[in-house]
Structure formats: C-alpha cells, structure tokens
C-alpha cells in the first residue's frame, strides 16, 4: 500500500515508519523541514519526503493523487498555551483538503482518551480534530490512547525525572487521578494492524494496557521496577499554575507542555472497553513490563526517537533551515583553533558531547547556566541528548539545537535555545589539514546583547579555550 504518514519526525511518527517499511508499504513522509527527519540511509530510497506545513493553505498537486491510506499525528498541545486548539482545527481543515486530492480510503488518526463529560482543553482540541476529520472524504479509524510509555517519550521522562532525582516528593492532588498507560510497543501494534482493516473504518476505538493506576500509583511502580522506594505526600493545595512550575522546574518538560500536561492529568483518562484489542488479537504489556521494555533500549543506546527531540521541546516552533547559514554581519566571534593529528579520535569526542559527558571543560559552569536559564523559563540543560554517540540534525543537545551534522565533513553546526537577548550558534569543524575549528557566533539584539556578550567574555574565555583544548588532547 501507500501510505501518508504525516509527523513522520515527531515521537510516534519515528517509530511507527520502520514498522510501515518492514511490512512492505510505500510511504509518503510530510514534514514542515526534510533536514530533520534522520533516516538510515539504507531506508531512504524506500520513502518519499514532502515538506507541506497542514496550518499554511493547502496547495494542490503537492502531495500524490493515489494515496491508499494516512496517519494523522500531528498535534500542537506543546507549541503553545493558549491558542494550540485554534492550530489543531486549522491543521484538521486542511488535512482535509489535502486528502479529497489524495484520495485515500481510509484515514487513523492516534488521539486521547475522552470519556469524561467535562474535558481539558487538551482533550477536547483532540475530540474536535476528531470531529473535523470525520468530515473529510475517507473512512476514518481513531485510536484514543492515555499515558504512552516507552523510551523517550514525554510520559516515561516526567516519570523517570521525577523518581530518580526525588526521593521524597510533595505532589499536587492530580497524581490521584486514574489513567491507563499503554506501552509505546503496543501503540505501534495497534496503528499497524487496524491499517486497511474495513471493520475499523468509521470507528473510534479505547487502547490502554490492563493496569488502571493512578499516577501516584504509577510512580510507586516505577520505583519499585528501578530497585529503589520513593515517599509521595500528596497536598491539596497546589494550585493548577504551582503545578505547573513544579514540573518545569524538577522534569526537562517544558513549561508550555507542563501547563498543558497539568491540565490533562486533571482528566480521568482510562478505556472504557478492549474490544479493539480482543479484536486483532493484541496482548498488550503492563505498566512493569512497559517500564522495563524502555529501559532495555535505553541499555542498548536503541533509542528509536525521543519527544526531546521534536521542536516543541524547544524555544522555536518554526524551520530551523533559516539559522543554518552563520552570520558573518553585525555578530560577535570567538574562534578558537588548534592542530590535531587524530581525526576520528578528535570527531568523537564532538559526535558525544553534552548529555551525560558534558562539554569537556568547566562542567559545573555549563550546569550553572543551565539552571539560570530554567529559572528564566529557558529549557534548561535536563534534556540531555537522545543517543550516547550519534548526532542528527534536529536532534536537542541540552539546551541546544542540532542544525548540521556531517562527520564526513568534519563539521558540527548547534543552535542556542537557551533563552538569550540574540542568537547564538556554536560550531566545531575540522578542515582538510587536521585544524580543528570552535567558533561561537553571537548576533545580539541591541545594547542588551552586547552588555550580555561582554559580561561573558572572561567565562568564555576560559571555558572556550579549556574545552577545543580537551576535544584536541585526543588527537595530538
């Protein structure tokens, strides 16, 4: 079959394309910017990218005519606070539009769970997507999935944010609320297997795994499964925007999907029946086995995709194909070289920096800043990296921004999300005589810009030269 599979570079999207591809289907990728969805170069003659943005106005003849079936997985709970629900109507529209030319027969579309009268603005912007793209002409499937558990996605890192780095925890009176978590494995076993299946065309089906738990149940487990016991104190008090700020603050969400986040986890979210389940045969795993399932890969560096990595983590919902090209006008410079004789050895010490190794050079400054920027509503440094020794473009690195990544080339290219009065790109790249290049870009938004740039100039110095000075110590 084709299929369109949109989001292709977002969470679900990730791991959902190796499943579409193993089983032989043609798929049609849509994504906003082609540069960040990494694909093995082994699969990329299987698939075809498109770049279509489903909130700008749809352009005929941009996607095929002989569609058979699309995933729809696009959604905007993380880019806003506010008027997300406005962008999710807007994006149904015109999905819409876009399917009466491509003609698929039958759509699915991977939403939450509903069954509440009264629903969370995230939760009811999902049942109106629903509703909108009942209307479209094709046969619509709908998959309301709760909590989805796996390695890296936005549900297991609050949980695991929370459990390992506090032992004792004072929680707001939401972690009473009961949901069903279903395992990342079990998701992508269900939008596989309802693929082309008439019986599911015009249906909205409940998918959860057999535990009902609420979430301070959910934590206890959690523990339980990594070795350790956690305290849970539970206060009535705290309001909806204290909640907020807890989890921004303790987990690497960012404050925008915390807000929404606290909002939903308000909401009862469990199935109300297994029908779908029983019906294609399904056994799906406990919340333990989930956890431990997640953990395996993590083991393993087998991380297929994390929601770290997707741009609503970040500062910028928008292309970052505009900051690739460096400024050379109206920017301040530091550039730092040295000579190196080992060029593989030299490459992976840039192709795993961040994350767990650090940057090599004064660590517990880089660990200051990133607690100054959570403080200031930046994303801080607790979203780490994805893969202990691989890089792509898109990919978050703490509170940067992979733009480029080509270590045939010798040349890694990150952009600041940390919260700053300009823009910020830092570059390592090695030229065809072994120097090894380290130039930090700065083009500072008025006077503020350059006060801040100046005020930084004596840490930059000594964490700029400490840091080409290690990465090269390899290779010398």
Same mark, same amino acid.
């Given at each position: ?45 299987? #698939? ?6 489903? &909130? ?41 539009? !876009?399917?009466?030319?491509? %003609? ?8 939450? #769970? ?12 999902? %049942? ?14 709908? &998959? ?74 959910? &934590? ?14 539970? &206060? ?19 404050? %925008? +999907? ?21 019906? +294609? ?5 406990? !919340? ?7 953990? /395996? ?10 929601? %770290? ?5 970040? /500062? ?33 010490? #840039? ?63 990150? @952009? ?28 500072? /938004?008025? @006077?503020?810009?350059?006060? !801040?740039? !100046? ?22």
């Amino acid at each position: 079959m084709k299929i369109l599979l949109t989001g292709a570079n977002g969470y679900i999207g990730m791991r959902l394309l190796p499943a579409l591809l193993e089983a032989g289907h043609e798929v049609v990728c849509t994504v906003r910017d082609r540069n960040r969805l990494w694909v093995d170069l082994g699969e990329r003659y299987k #698939i075809t990218v498109v770049e279509v943005d489903f &909130l700008e106005d749809p352009q005929p003849g941009r996607l095929p005519d002989d569609i058979d079936a699309a995933y729809y997985l696009l959604h905007s709970m993380s880019t806003t606070t506010r008027d997300f629900h406005l962008r999710e109507a807007r994006a149904a529209l015109n999905f819409n539009q !876009y399917m009466a030319w491509a %003609k698929p027969r039958q759509v699915i579309y991977l939403s939450g #769970i509903v069954n509440e009268v009264k629903l969370s603005r995230h939760l009811e912007s999902r %049942k109106n997507v629903e509703d909108i793209l009942y209307q479209g002409a094709f046969q619509l499937t709908v &998959l309301r999935a709760a909590i989805i558990v796996g390695s890296g996605s936005s549900s297991f890192e609050i949980i695991r944010d929370l459990c390992e780095k506090l032992p004792v925890m004072v929680t707001p009176k939401w972690v009473l609320t009961r949901t069903q978590p279903i395992a990342i494995r079990d998701v992508i076993a269900f939008l596989t297997e309802v693929l082309g299946r008439p019986d599911t065309f015009g249906q909205s089906f409940d998918i959860g795994g057999p535990d009902v738990l609420n979430y301070k149940e959910m &934590l206890k487990r959690y523990a339980r499964v990594r070795g350790f016991r956690n305290w849970i104190i539970t &206060l009535p008090i705290m309001s909806p925007r204290l909640s907020s700020y807890w989890l921004y603050f303790v987990t690497s969400t960012s404050y %925008k +999907l915390a807000v929404n986040l606290v909002n939903s986890m308000k909401m009862e979210t469990v199935a109300r029946d297994n029908r779908l389940g029983e019906m +294609l045969g399904i056994q799906t795993l406990n !919340y333990e086995e989930a956890i431990d399932m997640a953990f /395996r890969m993590i083991e393993q560096n087998a991380v297929v995709s994390s929601w %770290k990595d997707s741009m609503v983590s970040g /500062r910028f919902d928008e292309s970052l194909g505009k900051y690739v090209q460096v400024p050379h006008y109206g920017i301040l410079r530091d550039h730092k070289s040295l000579q190196i004789h080992d060029r593989e050895a030299v490459l992976e010490k #840039i192709w795993t920096i961040g994350g767990e190794r650090g940057w090599y050079y004064a660590n517990w400054l880089w660990l200051i800043r990133g607690f100054i920027d959570k403080l200031i509503g930046g994303v801080g440094l607790r979203r780490g990296r994805t893969h202990a020794d691989r890089i792509n473009p898109g990919d978050s690195l703490d509170f940067w921004r992979v733009l480029l990544a080509d270590r045939d080339m010798g040349r890694l290219l990150l @952009f600041a999300e940390m919260r700053l009065p300009g823009e910020a790109w830092l570059e390592f790249r090695i030229d065809n005589d072994n120097i090894l290049e380290q130039i930090a870009t700065f083009r500072p /938004r008025g @006077f503020l810009g350059r006060l !801040y740039w !100046y005020s930084m100039l004596p840490f930059h110095y000594f964490i700029f030269r400490g840091m080409i000075r290690r990465i090269g110590r390899t290779g010398r």
